[in-house]
């Protein structure tokens, strides 16, 4: 290499350094996002524009969810819509069977999930590698079945909202769709600050490093069993709550929506998209996966059944040959390249 | 993506337009929108045309289904657009255009809903609000079709469905949505009218039933209708109803056991092609086949289905066979219109994509305006003789938007051909098979 190509190359690389996104902390590029992002609803009238980016705030949510076990803790679920499905059914049938406002139902459903959760942790973190992820989704393949043959919440029929209710704050069903983005958005926005704290926590720190080698965690004194069972529900409790979101904007919600396989594998495209285990992954990954899904569904379904599958795949194909992190790539968490403890305040910028 | 239907014939076609259709392009100029360059969508409402949006399933189990929904509907815009006297009394046919309407133009534009819920929504939603559309039709899953008439609740505007059967789906206290076709409780009413017409008349000595369906939307609504119609009859259930996984069945032969034991002398199959042929075929090898082979149609009038020697005599409820042409002579007038248009036949599913998209029409020709209002206040009133809304029994809603003429046929399929069997006075000499021979007498 010339002296000269040397010198280019490492401008260039200062300039990276000086101007990338990682010389910016962390907790500016969150809150400039979501500061940018209000006005959405404002930049088209196109109700299509609009519940593209009420989805897309909807699933950061869900890829969080899925990222604080998937790419946290490094347990590759394949079974989170039971517990979206879970949270859905919660707040749809505690309103409609027992005039439970839904502000409460969301909790419940959201609490429902993380039992759910747990419990599924119980028995299958026990599984180590692809096992685990079988017996996830093996738990939600069966779980469909059962709600399918529930006549109790409606089985294949579904249940559906009193459509009299709508425009009723109670029923947290609004008439103004732009209220339901505000609504996703605020979604977005807590499971973010959530997952930026997570990252720099504790808890955190003992994922990653379950993830990364899950013996030599355990032999450093991290009991990698409970660690686990903590990072499954507060995901299945964020996957609850998304449910929960999802059947309010639905006001419908039936096994096939909620529980179809792809449903499962959705969760796991947006933060592998995005990025594993990083703050900023899963927003990445949902901005990048639902305006796809979405126009590729519309301009290429119906006659070009699946091409927008040919589309995703060949993405994922190349993001694994160029970027097999995601997008957004982790950092080693321990002893990284700037020599900085990864739970100092000040690593947070380099961390995301 | 949606498109107009007056451009296209065939299926194959119908991709080509898409991508170079006015709406895709403003579609593709949307994802740059959501990139961050904000878009500026939709609003693409035309006054001169009465633009109606189809939600039918294009992909998935159903996409052959939809597909000739596309094919029959583009026919039929045809006719009203383009004028075919001979067709009459077919609503909008007279003349170029909607006549009561100073000759507006008729528009179809399409989406998919995938059989998701979620989706259905989001494409009535964006037809609603970001392409205009006067009036919806669909979606042939009542799952599909309660969020899109949820839609159009919210938005006033007239949900007109023709394709789907759900007995429960007017009983919503809904002001925008009408169905037309015979509900899965009528269709259950005239197929033991039926049972009952045989026990009288060919004293066949019928009296247990079997219900088996698959667990999707559509095999249980019709199982639930069924069960109520057996219990509140002369006939009794032989067992608990059965229902498999539509999605893995491989094969039942296990439950065909159970129903022999039993000694079910009908059974009632809701079934998907798939598992329909599954049904027969484990029949066959089980050497076992009832007194009636019953069915709510669907599968079984399918005409890939028919192909299959194993569903010849199967008994359907169906709005549709080969030689109701003889009774209902106008019937046959559309259906070869459709075939020689769009190169596809009249079927037990696509007769009802005429007859919704038909019911559409009549409302739009003697509505005041192509206003919402209006529309509803014609759909209300509606009182249309057989035929005028493309189908062979009247058009008339009553409070709740149900076609309280909507009538349910019995057929019994052989050679391909579906032959009407029920009511006996619309029957066409020896159209009917009975008893039915067993497997190794075929």
Redesign the interface.
């Known amino acids: 290499m010339s002296g000269l190509e040397q010198h280019v190359r490492e401008s260039v690389a200062k300039i990276g350094r000086q101007t990338g996104l990682r010389s910016v902390p962390l907790s500016y590029v969150i809150l400039a996002f979501f500061a940018a992002t209000l006005a959405i609803p404002s930049l088209s009238t196109s109700y299509f524009f609009l519940n593209t980016a009420i989805y897309a705030f909807l699933f950061i949510g869900l890829g969080h969810s899925w990222n604080v076990i998937g790419g946290y803790a490094g347990q590759i679920s394949l079974g989170h819509a039971a517990m979206f499905a879970i949270g859905g059914y919660t707040t749809a049938v505690l309103f409609i069977f027992y005039d439970v406002t839904p502000y409460v139902g969301l909790v419940a459903g959201g609490l429902l999930a993380a039992v759910a959760g747990l419990a599924l942790g119980a028995i299958t973190f026990r599984l180590r590698y692809h096992y685990f992820s079988i017996a996830t989704l093996a738990a939600s393949l069966g779980m469909s079945i059962v709600f399918l043959r529930w006549d109790w919440i409606g089985g294949a029929v579904g249940l559906e909202y009193p459509l009299a209710e709508i425009g009723n704050a109670y029923a947290f069903a609004f008439r103004d769709r732009r209220l339901y983005f505000y609504v996703m958005w605020a979604f977005a926005l807590a499971t973010t600050l959530f997952v930026y704290r997570l990252h720099t926590s504790k808890l955190g720190i003992y994922l990653r490093a379950i993830d990364m080698d899950q013996e030599l965690a355990e032999n450093a004194g991290i009991s990698a069993f409970w660690y686990k069972m903590y990072a499954m529900g507060l995901s299945s409790f964020i996957a609850g709550v998304g449910g929960g979101l999802f059947a309010q904007y639905l006001l419908y919600i039936d096994p096939q929506t909620t529980l179809k396989l792809i449903r499962n594998v959705e969760f796991v495209l947006i933060a592998v998209i995005g990025g594993l285990g990083t703050v900023l992954g899963p927003i990445v990954g949902a901005l990048i996966y639902i305006p796809t899904r979405e126009y590729t569904r519309t301009i290429l379904s119906g006659s070009h059944t699946g091409l927008d599958w040919v589309i995703f795949g060949t993405i994922l194909v190349l993001l694994s040959i160029y970027k097999p992190n995601g997008l957004i790539e982790r950092r080693p968490v321990i002893g990284d390249r700037t020599g900085r403890k990864p739970n100092s305040s000040e690593g947070e910028s380099d961390d995301n | ?1 949606r498109f107009p239907s007056t451009s296209i014939r065939m ?2 076609d ?2 080509d337009n ?1 991508v170079v259709s006015r709406r ?1 392009f403003v ?2 100029a ?2 740059a ?3 961050g360059v ?6 693409s409402d035309s006054s001169d045309t009465f633009t109606l949006g189809a939600i039918h399933p ?3 189990d159903a ?1 052959e289904m ?2 000739r929904f596309q094919d029959i509907v583009s026919a039929g815009v045809q006719a009203v657009n383009e004028g075919a006297s001979d067709l009459e009394p077919l609503a909008g046919a007279e003349g170029e255009g909607l006549p009561g309407q100073d000759g507006t133009e008729v528009e179809v534009l ?3 809903h ?6 259905a ?3 009535a ?2 037809m ?3 392409d205009g559309v006067d009036v919806l039709l669909g979606s042939y899953y ?2 599909t079709t ?2 899109v008439s ?1 839609v159009a ?2 938005e006033g505007v007239p949900h007109i469905c023709g394709t789907a059967i ?1 007995e429960g789906l007017t009983e ?3 002001d925008w949505f009408w169905q037309v076709p015979p509900h899965t409780g009528v269709k259950g009413e005239s197929m033991f009218e039926f049972a009952d017409g045989m026990n009288e008349q060919h004293d066949a000595g019928l009296e247990t039933v079997s219900i088996i369906h698959q ?3 559509f ?3 019709v199982a639930n209708s069924m069960q109520r119609v057996v219990e509140e009859s002369d006939f009794e259930l032989a067992l608990d109803t059965i ?1 498999y ?1 539509a999605q893995s069945v491989n094969s039942l032969s296990t439950e065909i056991r159970n129903i022999e034991q039993a000694g079910a002398d009908i059974i009632v199959h809701a079934a998907n092609v798939r598992d329909a042929v599954i049904m027969l075929e484990d029949m066959q090898t089980e050497d076992y086949y009832p007194e009636l082979m019953l069915t709510p149609g669907s599968a079984y009038l399918d005409p890939s289905l028919l192909e299959e020697s194993v569903s010849d005599y199967v008994f359907s409820g169906s709005d549709f066979a080969h030689d109701m042409f003889e009774v209902h002579p106008p019937m046959g007038a559309y259906n070869s219109y459709s075939e020689e248009e769009s190169g596809t036949p009249f079927d037990g599913s696509s007769i009802y994509a005429w007859g919704e998209f038909f019911t559409a029409i009549a409302a739009a020709d003697r509505a005041e305006s192509l206003s919402s209002d209006d529309l509803r206040a014609s759909l209300n009133s509606m009182s249309a003789e057989p035929y005028v809304a493309g189908l062979p029994y009247p058009v008339e809603f009553d409070d709740n938007g149900y076609n309280q003429e909507a009538f349910s046929f019995v057929v019994q399929s052989e050679d391909s051909q579906l032959e009407t069997v029920w009511p006996f006075d619309q029957a066409q000499d020896d159209a009917m098979t009975y008893p039915v021979p067993s497997w190794d007498e075929r």
């Open positions: 993506m299926t194959d119908y991709g898409r895709s579609r593709i949307g994802t929108s959501a990139v904000a878009g500026c969508l939709g609003g294009l992909s998935g996409a939809g597909s399409w989406a998919d995938q059989g998701s819920s979620d989706v929504r989001s494409e939603e964006s609603v609000l970001d009542s799952g309660e969020v949820q609740q919210r759900g919503r206290d809904l667990d999707g939307t095999g249980t609504e229902s996984s």
